[in-house]
């Protein structure tokens, strides 16, 4: 499979298989980055179905993981919506891949543009249901939490601007076909929430049995390339 790295307004990313027309962005989750194992496999898959894939990194993941700039939503749509003009100019057809918080943010960024179709893995549909279930987690009510402004814990960092953002943002539009793989077992995203996302916006879900949020097991990234390849 052919691959260049590349850099879009500064952004480090990979072009992933031969210009084609039709061009997927993908999004990868936390602690990841733009080589995350089902990004491989989503590229492999794809570019043998007549698609260009397009990944990158997001702040503080990747070769990015040197900066000290807290991740915010809206930077990350900013940079999201210059990789899309980027793809604009490159095809015809844009679609959309995003795992966990990579696809929350591409939820916030692109209910309005033209989008052919997405798959999104262990999706973060509900960001202000994470968040609180965090602060359970660490034991904070809202008011600790703006008065702390940041709390450490051994899951997932609480930022109190993040909080306000997600918030006051709440995803109210999703027009696009839309395929869902979830695990069984994915505790971080939980099913209800999921599920009353896909009924809502009309897209297809699947659940792995046995799965959990993070797919990277073998038998989990077998599945998920089975689910991908039948839906491209």
Not at 23 to 41: E, L, P
Not at 89 to 103: D, E, K, N, T, Y
Not at 215 to 231: D, K, N, V
Request: include cysteine; glycine fraction near 6%.
């Amino acid at each position: 499979m052919e691959l260049d790295k590349i850099r879009i307004g500064g952004i480090p990313a990979i072009l992933w298989g031969k210009p084609s027309g039709r061009m997927i962005i993908a999004a990868h989750g936390s602690r990841s980055s733009k080589i995350d194992d089902c990004i491989w496999i989503l590229a492999e898959e794809a570019t043998q179905r007549g698609y260009q894939v397009v990944s990158f990194d997001l702040p503080q993941h990747g070769e990015r993981a040197w900066e000290t700039e807290r991740i915010m939503p809206d930077r990350c749509i900013r940079e999201l919506k210059t990789v899309f003009r980027y793809a604009k100019g490159s095809a015809r057809q844009i679609s959309l891949f995003g795992c966990s918080m990579g696809a929350y943010f591409q939820l916030l960024t692109f209910a309005e543009e033209e989008i052919a179709r997405a798959w999104f893995l262990s999706p973060v549909t509900d960001m202000e249901r994470i968040i609180h279930n965090l602060m359970g987690y660490c034991g904070i009510t809202e008011e600790e939490f703006e008065e702390r402004i940041v709390v450490e814990n051994d899951i997932e960092p609480l930022y109190f601007p993040y909080y306000t953002y997600v918030r006051s943002h709440p995803v109210t539009k999703w027009p696009h076909e839309t395929y869902i793989l979830r695990g069984e077992h994915d505790t971080l995203c939980e099913y209800p929430y999921v599920k009353d996302f896909a009924e809502r916006f009309g897209c297809s879900l699947t659940e792995q049995k046995g799965g959990e949020h993070w797919f990277h097991t073998e038998s989990e990234l077998a599945f998920f390339r089975s689910w991908i390849r039948e839906r491209l």
